[in-house]
């Protein structure tokens, strides 16, 4: 299936260190959405992006939306142990496909 | 306001059978999207549904089909399981997939174990 080309796939970090995410596209999209995912659970909407160049914050999060409409960032700032989990990022086009096209998520492990 | 409700959480089945998994949206919300999460092909989707049709359909053999009830509530069979069918299955609601400004929240998963 199609899939989004998300980076890097996994991390280590310490406690308190700044965390960058992205996600890449050969298509252009007009929704890019960040998940969040822990064991055994469905995926936890983060942050929803509708405009190319947006910049969306949530708390310690922040999102922005690529001006190409192919790419899409998340950063997480001062981490912390409960951020631990697979974020996943989601497209969608005006193409009236009716569907997201995940990345293949970034698994992050925080260090206290 | 109640979230995304799926059930059963988790389901164990022997090949060759078949299994129905219900999936309630987010009052309100009339799209339901369905996928199928594995540690090797990651979120794939299966099927949108939107006011009882089906709206978009996934690279899925035809032994995966769903439905949607006028209440929005959507279940998903699949027939003739097979090992390769393990996996968490996510369903997913939204007002209008694919809309402007639509967003797109997901249930807690059924988990499907296949032996």
């Known amino acids: 299936g199609q899939q989004l080309n998300q980076s890097p796939q996994s991390m280590f970090i310490q406690e308190g260190e700044d965390v960058s995410m992205n996600c890449t596209s050969s298509?252009?999209?007009?929704?890019w959405l960040w998940y969040k995912q822990e064991p055994g659970e469905g995926p936890v909407l983060l942050i929803a992006?509708?405009?190319?160049?947006e910049l969306t914050s949530n708390g310690r999060l922040t999102a922005q939306f690529g001006i190409t409409r192919k790419d899409s960032f998340l950063n997480i700032s001062a981490s912390i142990p409960s951020d631990v989990g697979i974020y996943f990022c989601?497209?969608?086009?005006?193409?009236?496909?009716?569907?997201?096209?995940f990345g293949t998520g970034t698994r992050l492990k925080v260090l206290a | 306001k109640a979230g995304v409700t799926q059930t059963p959480r988790y389901l164990i089945k022997t090949r060759g059978q078949q299994v129905t998994l219900s999936c309630s949206p987010i009052s309100g919300h009339r799209s339901v999207s369905w996928y199928q999460q594995t540690p090797g092909q990651g979120l794939q989707f299966l099927f949108e549904?939107?006011?009882?049709?089906?709206?978009n359909k996934g690279n899925f053999p035809g032994r995966f089909s769903g439905r949607q009830f006028s209440n929005s509530r959507s279940e998903m069979n699949v027939s003739t399981l097979e090992l390769g069918d393990s996996a968490l299955y996510l369903c997913?609601?939204?007002?209008?997939?694919?809309?402007?400004?639509?967003?797109?929240?997901f249930g807690p998963g059924t988990r499907l174990t296949v032996l």
């Open positions: 298509s252009i999209f007009n929704t």
């Open positions: 989601a497209g969608s086009s005006l193409a009236g496909t009716y569907k997201y096209i």
């Open positions: 992006l509708y405009k190319a160049g």
């Open positions: 997913a609601s939204s007002i209008l997939a694919g809309g402007l400004e639509d967003t797109q929240y």
């Open positions: 549904y939107f006011s009882e049709t089906q709206r």
